[in-house]
């Protein structure tokens, strides 16, 4: 089964960038959908940026134009390039891999991103 283990979270000022990484275990990278969600204090976590193996992109409305979802099949990793980011885009941001829409996900651990001043 894969792993999936992020970096490059930390604190930001408002109207700064982050760039996050997942990297994955498995050779069979390439055939996962993979993506994004975050989790702020006291809601759901919710689902940011996806790209599947076709390399179709999906976004959560409140991140379109500013965030940036990419993959790397060769280095097995996801990223996710996080720009203007504002108090609100604070939470833990969490790597998931799935073969299909309908399979089980598996996640990585997650990475804090703090935006404040």
């Known amino acids: 089964q894969v792993q999936l283990v992020e970096s490059g979270g930390g604190l930001v000022r408002p109207g700064g960038s982050l760039r996050l990484s997942c990297a994955a275990s498995s050779s069979f990278f390439s055939h996962y959908i993979v993506g994004w969600y975050r989790q702020a204090p006291g809601k759901q976590r919710e689902l940011v940026a996806s790209?599947?193996?076709?390399?179709?992109?999906l976004y959560e409305d409140s991140v379109k134009g500013r965030f940036a979802i990419s993959r790397d099949n060769g280095k097995n990793t996801v990223y996710l390039e996080m720009n203007s980011l504002q108090p609100e885009d604070t939470a833990v941001y969490y790597c998931y891999a799935a073969l299909n829409p309908d399979a089980v996900q598996i996640w990585g651990k997650g990475t804090l991103v703090t935006v404040s001043s």
């Open positions: 790209i599947d193996a076709g390399g179709r992109i």
